[in-house]
C-alpha cells in the first residue's frame, strides 16, 4: 500500500481504511477497537468482504483514524465529519470525565440509595419533557455518575445489588447523552460497564436495559451479527421472567423484541423483521393504554413509529410512504423520542420520493426537539442534501434549517 494515492477515485473503501491505518501505525487490533469491533471485522472491510458500512460505523472509522472529512473514506465529495456528528456537546468534557474518573471519596457518606433512585427518575422526566435534552442530561450526569459509584463502593450486600443497579442504569442515561456524539470510545466503555454492574446487580430490569443499548451499540456500528447474539443470548436470560413480572420489566421484554426486528430489517430480513415487530405488538397491547417506559418507549404508541422505522429500513418505499402517513402525528409524551420518530418520518418520505413531506418533517422534528435533529447523523445528512441538490423550490427552506442546526452548506 505503500504506493496508494488515497486520491485515487478508484480506492474501495477497504483500501482507503487499510492506508490511513498505516499511516498511522495502527494495528487492526487497536482500529477494531476503537470502533467496538474485532480485529477480524477489520480485515473483512479492508479486504472489501463487508460490502455495506452504515453512515455511523464510516463517521467512526474516520474519527478513530483522526480524519476530518469521511470523503477521504467514501470518495466524492467533501463530507466533514462534524457535518454528520455535529459538535461534541458543551457538557461532553464533564461527563467524559465523571465516567472516566478512576476514584470516589472515601470520606463523603453515600447518598441513601431511595434518593439516588429518586434523581435517575427526574432524570429521566427532565429528559422527555425538554426540547435540548442533551443540554439538561449534561447537568445531571456528572453527579449522578459520581454519587452512584460511590454508593457501589461504600454498600454492602443487598444494598450493594441496589446500588450496581442504579450504577448500570445511570450508565444507560449516559448512553442516551453519548449517542451521535464525537467520543464513541466513550460509549463502548459506558456500554461494556452498563453490562458489568447489571450483571452484578441481579437486577432483571437493569439487565434487560442494558442488553437493549448494547444491541443498539452494535447495531449503530453496523455489526448486526453482534447486535442479534446479543439481543437473543438477553431474550434467552429473561425467558419465563417476564409472563407474570410487572409492568416495566414487561415493557423492556418488549423492546428487546422489536429489537430484533430493528436489526433483521438493518441487514434486509423484511420477513423476519415484521414478524417480531408483530411479537413486540402483541407484548405493547398487554401494558396499560397509557403506559410509557422511560428508557425504550416502548408502550403502545410507540408501536407506530417503530413499523416506521422497520419500513425505512427494510427499503419498503410503500409501507414506509403507508406508515409515515399513518404516525406523523403521533402522541409521544417525549420530546427527544417525538423528535426521532420525525426524522424516520422525513427518510420515509425520502425513501418514498417525496422531498417537500421529507423537509417539512424535518423541520417538525427541529420544533420537537431541537438538539435531537442537531445531533442525529441522518437527519444533518437530509438537510444537508436538500439544501444542495433538492428541487429548487426547497432549497431556501433547507438553508435555513440548515444554518438552525448549525450546518455549513
Given at each position: 500500500?505503500r504506493d ?12 482507503r481504511?487499510q492506508?490511513?491505518?498505516r499511516r ?10 476503537l470502533?467496538?469491533k474485532?480485529a477480524r471485522w477489520?480485515k473483512?472491510?479492508?479486504?472489501g468482504?463487508v460490502?455495506e458500512?452504515?453512515?455511523p460505523?464510516?463517521?467512526?472509522l474516520?474519527e478513530a ?6 470523503a477521504?473514506?467514501t470518495g466524492?465529495r467533501?463530507?466533514p465529519v462534524?457535518?454528520?456528528r ?5 457538557a ?5 470525565d465523571a465516567i472516566?474518573?478512576?476514584?470516589v471519596?472515601m470520606t ?6 431511595d434518593?439516588l433512585e429518586a434523581?435517575l427518575?427526574?432524570a ?5 419533557a425538554a ?5 439538561v442530561?449534561?447537568?445531571?450526569l456528572?453527579?449522578l455518575?459520581?454519587?452512584a459509584k460511590?454508593?457501589?463502593?461504600a454498600y454492602e ?10 450504577l448500570?442504569?445511570?450508565y ?5 447523552f453519548?449517542?451521535?456524539?464525537p467520543?464513541p470510545?466513550l460509549?463502548w466503555?459506558?456500554?461494556?460497564r452498563s ?8 437486577d432483571?430490569?437493569a439487565f434487560?436495559g ?9 447495531r449503530?456500528?453496523?455489526d ?5 447474539a ?5 431474550l434467552?436470560?429473561l425467558?419465563?421472567?417476564?409472563d407474570d413480572?410487572?409492568d416495566?420489566?414487561r415493557?423492556?421484554w418488549g423492546a428487546l423484541h422489536h ?5 433483521a ?7 423476519t423483521?415484521?414478524?417480531?415487530w408483530?411479537?413486540?405488538?402483541k407484548i ?10 422511560p428508557?425504550t418507549?416502548f ?5 407506530g ?8 429500513e427494510?427499503?419498503?418505499g410503500?409501507e ?12 409521544i409524551p417525549s420530546?427527544?423520542r417525538?423528535?426521532?420518530h420525525?426524522i424516520?418520518v422525513?427518510?420515509a418520505w425520502?425513501?418514498a420520493g ?6 417539512h418533517?424535518?423541520?417538525n ?7 435531537t ?7 444533518r445528512?437530509m438537510?444537508?442534501?436538500l439544501a444542495?441538490?433538492?428541487?429548487p ?11 438552525r442546526i448549525g450546518?455549513?452548506?
Amino acid at each position: 500500500m505503500r504506493d496508494v494515492d488515497p486520491a485515487d477515485p478508484e480506492l474501495s473503501v477497504g483500501q482507503r481504511v487499510q492506508y490511513f491505518r498505516r499511516r498511522r501505525g495502527m494495528s487492526r487490533e487497536i482500529l477494531g477497537g476503537l470502533v467496538g469491533k474485532s480485529a477480524r471485522w477489520v480485515k473483512a472491510v479492508e479486504r472489501g468482504e463487508v460490502r455495506e458500512l452504515k453512515l455511523p460505523t464510516v463517521l467512526s472509522l474516520a474519527e478513530a483514524l483522526r480524519l476530518r472529512d469521511i470523503a477521504q473514506l467514501t470518495g466524492g465529495r467533501p463530507l466533514p465529519v462534524g457535518m454528520f456528528r455535529g459538535p461534541g456537546h458543551p457538557a461532553l468534557p464533564a461527563v467524559r470525565d465523571a465516567i472516566n474518573a478512576v476514584s470516589v471519596s472515601m470520606t463523603d457518606p453515600p447518598s441513601p440509595l431511595d434518593h439516588l433512585e429518586a434523581r435517575l427518575s427526574a432524570a429521566w422526566r427532565a429528559r422527555h419533557a425538554a426540547p435540548d435534552h442533551r443540554t439538561v442530561l449534561g447537568t445531571l450526569l456528572p453527579d449522578l455518575i459520581k454519587d452512584a459509584k460511590n454508593a457501589v463502593r461504600a454498600y454492602e450486600g443487598a444494598e450493594r445489588r441496589h446500588a450496581l443497579s442504579l450504577l448500570a442504569r445511570v450508565y444507560n442515561l449516559a448512553q442516551f447523552f453519548l449517542a451521535y456524539q464525537p467520543s464513541p470510545d466513550l460509549l463502548w466503555r459506558v456500554v461494556e460497564r452498563s453490562i458489568m454492574a447489571a450483571e452484578e446487580s441481579g437486577d432483571a430490569r437493569a439487565f434487560a436495559g442494558a442488553v437493549w443499548l448494547a444491541a443498539q451499540a452494535h447495531r449503530d456500528a453496523g455489526d448486526f451479527d453482534a447486535a442479534e447474539a446479543v439481543n437473543r443470548e438477553g431474550l434467552e436470560l429473561l425467558k419465563g421472567r417476564a409472563d407474570d413480572a410487572g409492568d416495566e420489566l414487561r415493557a423492556l421484554w418488549g423492546a428487546l423484541h422489536h429489537e430484533v426486528a430493528y436489526t433483521a430489517a438493518c441487514s434486509g430480513q423484511r420477513g423476519t423483521a415484521w414478524r417480531w415487530w408483530e411479537k413486540a405488538q402483541k407484548i405493547a397491547e398487554s401494558l396499560p393504554p397509557d403506559y410509557y417506559e422511560p428508557m425504550t418507549s416502548f408502550s403502545r404508541v410507540i408501536m407506530g413509529p417503530h413499523a416506521v422505522t422497520v419500513a425505512v429500513e427494510g427499503r419498503q418505499g410503500g409501507e414506509a410512504r403507508r406508515q409515515a402517513a399513518r404516525t406523523a402525528a403521533a402522541a409521544i409524551p417525549s420530546h427527544p423520542r417525538r423528535g426521532r420518530h420525525l426524522i424516520e418520518v422525513a427518510r420515509a418520505w425520502r425513501l418514498a420520493g417525496d422531498e417537500e413531506a421529507a423537509l417539512h418533517s424535518l423541520d417538525n422534528a427541529y420544533a420537537a426537539a431541537p438538539e435531537t435533529i442537531r445531533y442525529n447523523g441522518y437527519a444533518r445528512r437530509m438537510v444537508t442534501e436538500l439544501a444542495q441538490d433538492g428541487p429548487p423550490t426547497l432549497r431556501q427552506d433547507a438553508h435555513d434549517l440548515a444554518d438552525r442546526i448549525g450546518l455549513l452548506v
